[in-house]
């Protein structure tokens, strides 16, 4: 009997020490986080802690930083994975065909991704600064900038550096999640296909896209989250600056919090981007479902 | 013939081009930031933008190491990462284990939680945190961070672990068990030795993840003495943000450990998605 319930605890014992340390520094934490929207909570300020109901939600209707943060957000985050998807689908597909010196070129190119969030953000910023980085010079020769100044300044084309700097860090991550996925498709299905004559951008088309459908979602789902979620390089290499034109809904709250000391409505600002990603994770599991029953 | 035989040569030849590219495109900003760090001082303005300066310098390493406090915060980041690198992967191992050879009651909803936990901004805990750890003196210290980072990490490692494990055969563990071994022994003695590479792959994510934290970093731990490298770059880039040579080295410096680590997993990163997939 006690052997039994043994072997029924088993598979809680293993899972325990994750999910107690999860729901203790995370999900109580997340919680505590969620209930600051509704109290006005200003560090250092002892007579703030009030209940304030929907007080801050209603006040971010009319934060215009708010709503430049919200369109900024969407901006950076879909042209960011856009890109960094663009990009690792092709690597992943270049790297996919065996040819000499394949592994050295694996680490090489995946390299970035080692690299620190906050060190590429640094070392962007470097590179867009004229006294010192090739970029700005670079861009004016080739006409795309009328003088080699530093777009970072600019608040028409600031949001571009950490874009830049962005993708650069995320095509790796790409690459090898869509690399190991292209690795498991059975190379004969390839072979039957190219029997029956199909060439090389059908066969792309009919056996490998399909087949690399299941990850791409899920891969470009959890991207997506993660790079809205992803303040670092914009706090690194703009402070959401100049005049907060290249703030994302994750800097805000950044600023909101540290800056101006503003827990609560900067909680009720994350509440909102919680939710939104939320959404947005729950639609993506439903378009997979419904597509994978249709297959 | 001839046309087949320039075709394949041209596809071949388009193939290595676009690689170079890629390559190219990698190390520019890390052959940046090491050309940067090389050039002396005065050189640096003036031939700021050259591919290559004229001459080299280790000036701005050897001020880095001598009259700087990195060597304190690499000691500092060092700990926090090894130690985070271990526990994270020893509890993410357990329950990866769990979610590949169980099912249990509330298993997707161990999962489901696991998920949520990677979806929201970690912004919105920091200031729980502090109030959850400052009682318990936990801020302010190395183990502080070790406990933060080691669940911030746990989720994706146990995922990444899962996957480990499902590219080995059940039938191993079921043979040593027949035998007479407990589950756990067999788990120890038969399973573990195999995933090896996968531990090794885990805990560099990990151990990189870690190095690279900044935020809670920056907020838990307000003293020098227990600052980690990002948390010290950081303040030296906004203290002399005009030290181009001193800020890249430091830059190359932090940039070391992670780099190798990475170079030596990685191909045990696309291994271990690899078996991932296979069982979809």
């Known amino acids: 009997m006690s052997r039994a319930l043994a072997l029924r605890l088993e598979p809680y014992l293993y899972a325990a020490p994750s999910l107690l340390l999860i729901a203790a520094i995370m999900l109580v934490p997340l919680v505590t986080g969620l209930s600051y929207a509704f109290h006005d909570l200003i560090l250092l300020d002892p007579l703030s802690g009030d209940f304030v109901g929907l007080d801050h939600f209603r006040e971010m209707l009319d934060d215009d930083g708010f709503w430049t943060a919200l369109r900024n957000t969407v901006v950076w985050t879909a042209v960011s994975v856009a890109l960094q998807f663009g990009f690792g689908l092709i690597l992943a597909l270049l790297l996919d065909r065996p040819f000499p010196g394949r592994g050295l070129v694996q680490a090489l190119v995946f390299l970035p991704w080692a690299v620190p969030g906050f060190l590429s953000g640094l070392t962007w910023a470097w590179l867009f600064n004229p006294v010192i980085g090739p970029l700005p010079h670079w861009l004016h020769g080739l006409g795309l900038l009328a003088t080699p100044e530093n777009i970072l300044s600019d608040p028409h084309l600031a949001l571009w550096g950490p874009i830049a700097a962005n993708v650069w860090w995320g095509i790796p991550f790409f690459a090898i999640t869509l690399l190991a996925a292209l690795q498991s498709i059975p190379k004969d299905i390839y072979e039957a296909a190219a029997m029956d004559g199909a060439g090389p951008l059908l066969r792309f088309r009919r056996v490998t896209l399909p087949l690399l459908a299941p990850t791409i979602a899920i891969t470009v789902m959890l991207r997506t989250v993660w790079v809205a979620n992803f303040a670092e390089l914009i706090v690194v290499m703009t402070k959401g600056g100049p005049a907060d034109a290249t703030q994302i809904l994750s800097s805000y709250i950044f600023t909101l919090a540290f800056q101006r000391l503003d827990f609560g409505y900067a909680s009720a600002v994350a509440a909102v981007l919680l939710v939104l990603l939320l959404a947005y994770a729950a639609a993506v599991m439903v378009l997979r479902h419904a597509m994978t029953e249709r297959a | ?280």
Request: proline share 5%; no cysteine; net charge positive.
């Open chain 2, 1 to 280: 013939m001839n046309k087949t035989a320039t075709h394949i040569i041209g596809a071949r030849l388009l193939h290595a081009l676009a690689l170079a590219a890629f390559v190219a495109f990698a190390l520019f900003p890390l052959f940046w930031l090491l050309k940067v760090s090389l050039t002396p001082d005065d050189l640096m303005y003036g031939e700021g933008v050259r591919l290559w300066p004229s001459r080299v310098t280790l000036d701005h390493y050897g001020s880095v190491l001598r009259h700087s406090q990195f060597p304190l915060f690499f000691r500092n980041s060092l700990i926090v990462s090894a130690a985070t690198g271990l526990l994270a992967t020893a509890a993410a191992s357990a329950a990866g284990y769990a979610f590949s050879r169980f099912r249990f009651r509330g298993k997707a909803w161990v999962m489901g939680v696991m998920l949520v936990s990677q979806m929201f901004p970690l912004v919105i805990i920091v200031a729980p945190i502090f109030r959850l750890l400052s009682p318990l003196g936990l801020t302010n210290s190395l183990s502080g961070l070790v406990v933060v980072y080691t669940a911030f990490n746990t989720p994706f490692a146990a995922f990444l672990m899962q996957s480990f494990f499902e590219a080995i055969p059940k039938d191993l563990e079921e043979a040593a068990m027949m035998d007479g071994a407990t589950r756990f022994q067999a788990l120890r003695r038969v399973i573990l030795p195999l995933t090896l590479p996968g531990l090794a792959a885990t805990g560099g994510f990990v151990f990189t993840a870690a190095w690279s934290e900044l935020l809670f970093s920056l907020m838990l731990n307000s003293s020098a003495a227990v600052s980690t490298f990002p948390a010290g770059l950081l303040g030296f880039v906004s203290k002399f943000s005009v030290d181009f040579g001193q800020m890249m080295a430091a830059g190359v410096l932090a940039l070391l450990p992670v780099g190798a680590f990475f170079l030596l997993i990685q191909r045990y990163l696309v291994q271990g998605l690899t078996a991932g997939a296979v069982k979809g």
